[in-house]
């Protein structure tokens, strides 16, 4: 088999894999803006909040972020390298109105091009099907973008979505304070925990998948490259086998 025959093979073979792993990559990019997930938490209930914080700017870092919450009686920000965070309470109530994060001096923030999460722990969340967590998103160089436009009546998604949760109606003991949730029972996984695993499941299945077509465009690269092998050594056996008579 000729270099070039060869050549013919390969080549449609490793575009499509590169094409379908630039997909799986695009997906993600497609609906880069802010959003927040708690697989765990419940209508009334206690939970961690996962905030996805994508960078949309081509020339800034991330360097604050500021979420609204409904006035929840306990809110902790987790610990983040780099960043320091503030808790905003109303001051006639004590609960938790809102939490700041700021990029400390001479820290990259959240660079160009990539994502940061930002996760809380608090509760109790309304007892509604869903809550909208408005969140505002600055720069470097002074850009901010107010994520906190509702959905449209007709489902259309608007320009700059605000964050919002879907909350399932909670069952005996799940998710409100002083259940097994609340206070860690050694029988309910760490909210925590389970958070990580559903935040990870979508970006690991698709960067996978990508690597997966690439594998397998590898593997048919060296199929044929060993097959070439295997020919060009049978025709120089019969060609001794030749001589020799």
Excluded at 59 to 65: C, N, S
Excluded at 115 to 129: K, L, M, Y
Excluded at 210 to 233: D, K
Aim: charged letters at 20%; hydrophobic letters at 40%; a negative charge.
């Amino acid at each position: 088999m000729s270099n070039t025959l060869l050549r013919r093979l390969v080549a449609p073979t490793a575009a499509a894999a590169i094409a379908a792993t630039a997909a799986f990559v695009g997906a993600g990019a497609a609906s880069a803006h802010v959003t927040a997930n708690a697989p765990t938490l419940t209508q009334g209930g206690y939970g961690v909040v996962t905030f996805v914080v994508p960078n949309e700017s081509d020339t800034a870092a991330t360097t604050e972020l500021t979420v609204t919450l409904p006035n929840l009686k306990s809110a902790r920000p987790e610990t983040m390298s780099g960043w320091r965070s503030e808790v905003a309470k109303d001051p006639s109530t004590e609960e938790v109105t809102s939490i700041t994060w700021t990029a400390l001096p001479g820290t990259p923030g959240v660079p160009v091009g990539e994502f940061a999460q930002f996760r809380i722990s608090g509760g109790p969340f309304p007892e509604e099907d869903s809550v909208m967590l408005p969140a505002t998103q600055s720069y470097a160089d002074g850009e901010r973008v107010a994520w906190a436009e509702p959905m449209g009546a007709d489902g259309e998604e608007p320009e700059h979505p605000a964050p919002t949760l879907t909350l399932p109606a909670a069952t005996d003991g799940g998710g409100h304070h002083g259940g097994s949730a609340a206070h860690g029972s050694t029988d309910t996984a760490d909210p925590s925990e389970t958070a990580e695993a559903s935040d990870s499941t979508d970006d690991a299945a698709r960067w996978l998948g990508g690597i997966g077509l690439l594998v397998g465009a590898l593997g048919a690269v060296i199929g044929v490259a060993a097959l070439t092998r295997s020919g060009r050594r049978g025709g120089s056996s019969d060609s001794e086998r030749g001589n020799d008579a």
